[in-house]
């Protein structure tokens, strides 16, 4: 297993998380189906999700497994899962206006509940996934952990875009997908809470 995770590289990490997107747009380019674009948008907006929550799994998992090589290997590229799911989200929104082909028609829809969500969701994505370079890591210092904190809002409004779709028909799928991202991040948050309550404990 200590061989795979040295075997995937940054380069040949790109290319399996680019795989389905190039299958979706090989699927659209030179289709005469009026609807291939419709067809596309929950498959695209899928992967950005589940690409946003593997990345966001990395640091419960770590702390779970303590020394596991699986969830240090995850946390060490995790960056690359977030810009990939801001990639996807991308596409998703692209295929979402060529499938409505009128501005009239964006802005008539913008007021439904898992429209705006997703479009201030995928507004979150774009500052996070500009400055996901380590230029822009040493550039911002302790300023870049505060803005990539904007995820966790990023998620919630995916959760609700994705869950709020056919008068709430995505509930299902969403929450299977994003209730073990849940768990994990309470487990994180109590862990963190007991520890800075023995901390002060200890300082009394």
Avoid: C
Avoid at 49 to 66: D, T
Avoid at 80 to 105: E, S
């Amino acid at each position: 297993m200590s061989a795979f995770f040295k075997a995937v590289s940054p380069y040949w990490l790109w290319v399996l998380l680019a795989l389905p997107a190039a299958g979706f747009i090989a699927a659209v380019t030179g289709s005469d189906d009026p609807d291939v674009y419709a067809q596309f948008l929950h498959p695209t907006g899928e992967f950005s999700a589940r690409f946003m929550i593997i990345a966001m799994l990395a640091s419960p998992l770590v702390l779970i497994f303590k020394g596991w090589r699986g969830p240090l290997w995850l946390k060490k590229n995790r960056r690359y899962f977030g810009v990939a799911a801001f990639g996807y989200a991308a596409l998703h929104t692209l295929y979402y206006l060529i499938d409505l082909q009128t501005m009239n028609r964006v802005i008539a829809e913008l007021p439904r509940l898992y429209i705006w969500t997703g479009w201030v969701a995928f507004v979150i994505f774009i500052p996070l996934a500009v400055t996901s370079m380590d230029y822009f890591v040493r550039l911002m210092g302790p300023r870049w952990k505060q803005l990539q904190r904007w995820t966790y809002l990023a998620a919630v409004l995916t959760l609700v875009h994705w869950a709020a779709l056919h008068d709430w028909g995505g509930i299902g799928p969403a929450l299977v997908h994003f209730l073990p991202l849940g768990l994990l991040e309470a487990y994180r948050a109590l862990y963190w809470s007991r520890r800075r309550l023995s901390r002060k404990q200890a300082s009394a």
